[in-house]
Structures are given as C-alpha cells and as structure tokens.
C-alpha cells in the first residue's frame, strides 16, 4: 500500500525506481508503448454487392405491377406478391422490363435465358470490325506498274469491308492538265469496278482529284472453309 498523496513509480529495467518523465520500461528491458489510435473494427455485416441487371424477384419492392405472361399475353395490373406466385408455380422469374413506366412493367420469363442471350449478343457485337477509310495515292505521270501496285492494294482494303478513297496530287504545271490525272483516276475505278461501286464520283479539291469507292457486299472475301477429314479406311488382315 502507499502513502496517502504519493503515486506509484514504475520500477526501471535495473530494478530501482524509474525517473518522471522517462518512457516507462518492462523488467526485461522492453518498452511500453501507449497509442492513442481507436483500434479499426470491420464491419463484417456489410452485405455483398448486388449484381448488375434488372431488377427479378424479391427485388422488386413497388407494387401493384403491369404483368406479361411469359408467352406474351397481358396480365393487368396485379399486386407483386400474385404477380412472384405466378412467377414461381410456372418455375420462372418475374423480371422488371420498364422501370419507368408507371406502374412498372414485369414480365414472367426465364432471367437466365435471358442473361445468357443478352451475353451472346454482346459478344458477337464486340466482335464485328468497324469499317475504315483507306486511301491510295497517284500522280498523273504514275506509270502503269505502280498502278496496278495501288489497285491491288485497295482491291484488299475492299475485301476487308473497308472504304477506299483514291486521290490524285498534282503539282506545278500539272495543274494545267487536269484531264491527265481524271484519265489515271477512270482507270482506277475500272479496275476496282469488281471489288466497289463508287460512292463519291471524282472531284476537284484544292489540288487533289478524290473518289470515293465503297465495297460491294457481293465481293467481299469468303472465310476459307475448313477440310473435310475423311475417316480412315480399316482392311481386315488375313490370320497367319
């Protein structure tokens, strides 16, 4: 027990009373740290996050609602609760179609059904290429093997569903023989006439000559086809 007025002194790690104001030790020469921090207590009753989607189910909290069945027909207007037996006597789900109609529209069917031809849609969307704007370029005095480089090279371009703007640069004087560069560009057009239909026919602009050719849906290129693999043929071998 101590005196009335005195206050306990932690003993030092030597064994003898601790001076005031030093950070207080255990015997065995650790210290005592004090934090002032509240220790961080998790919430482990925070709910998991709710999938993404229309609203199915339980989830569907306003009532009464504009009913479809799940072949179509027109239910009325029915409170939510008939509306999930109806859903559950057939073994479907009650799925919210228009949430902002007034009442909101639910409709009985099969949600993943549902999810899974919504998923495959999108697939097949993300998968088709977007069409491009190609452009090939000649001169007037072109000669006739860089030309048949430059179809050759937009007849692919058409191939891959892309559009081909075919542009003819003068310079200097050529400017003055404006006839010379529309007889190179014809030419052109001639050639990718199998491959695109032009869609912008030629035009002066500034000093370039353009048309514009679309590809044909008939001639685009055809996926290769995969090899039949026949069976191999089995002979019976006579006994020896």
Partial sequence: ???????????????????????????????LYLSSRR?????????????????RNEQIRITPIRLIGAEGEQLGIVPTFEALQKAKEAGLDL????????????????????????????????????????????????????????VAQARRFLEHNDKVQVTVIFRGREMQHQEEGRRVLDSVLEKLAAAGKVERAPMMDGKKMTALIMPNKSAAKPKPKLA?????????????
């Avoid at 220790?39 to 609203?55: F, H, K, S, T």
Wanted: aromatic share 4%.
């Fill in 39 to 55: 220790p961080r207590i998790r919430n482990l009753d925070r709910q998991a996050p709710q999938e993404r989607g229309p609203r």
């Fill in 95 to 150: 799925v919210e179609v228009a949430a902002d109609e007034r009442p909101p529209v639910c409709r009985i069917l099969d949600y993943g059904k549902l999810r899974f031809t919504t998923s495959q849609k999108g697939n097949k969307a993300s998968k088709v290429r977007p069409q491009k704007l190609k452009e090939i370029r000649v001169r007037p005095k072109t000669d006739d093997h860089d030309i048949e480089t430059k």
């Fill in 1 to 31: 027990m101590y005196a009335a007025g005195l206050q306990a002194r932690p003993f030092a790690a030597n064994g003898g009373l601790q001076t005031p104001g030093a950070k207080p030790t255990f015997q065995d020469g650790g210290s």
């Fill in 228 to 240: 039949e693999v026949k069976p191999p043929v089995v002979t019976a071998q006579r006994p020896v």
